[in-house]
């Protein structure tokens, strides 16, 4: 299934709901660095996104280095920002609230 692409007025309301998540230089993606105490808590990040992720059958670009999480979120099929890119940043904004 096909999602429409988010109109910019959209896609900057939505950003300013987000702690920290930035607009890529192209406007197609939204991105974010996590920092968490340890790489334990990265992975356990990651774990509990990932699950999200597969519920929403939609999957991050990421990339982790110790204690970090760099994200970009942006859907394939539409070229841009979708609804669905937002709902996983807020399962991700969840996901980290709660860790070191």
């Known amino acids: 299934m096909k999602f429409p692409k988010l109109e910019q007025a959209a896609i ?8 920290g998540w930035t607009l890529r ?5 939204i991105l974010k660095s ?10 356990g990040f990651m774990t509990e996104c990932a699950i999200v ?5 939609h999957h991050p670009e990421w ?3 110790y204690s970090r999480v760099k994200v970009c979120l942006t859907t394939h099929d539409s070229q841009g920002i979708t609804e669905r890119d937002f709902l996983l940043a807020n399962a991700m904004q969840k996901a980290a ?3 070191g």
């Open 34 to 43: 996590f920092k968490f105490s340890n790489f334990a808590e990265a992975f």
């Open 97 to 99: 609230a709660g860790r």
């Open 63 to 65: 990339s982790n280095v």
């Open 53 to 57: 992720a597969e519920k929403l059958n």
């Open 25 to 29: 230089d192209d406007g197609l993606a």
């Open 12 to 19: 900057e309301s939505e950003l300013a709901k987000l702690d």
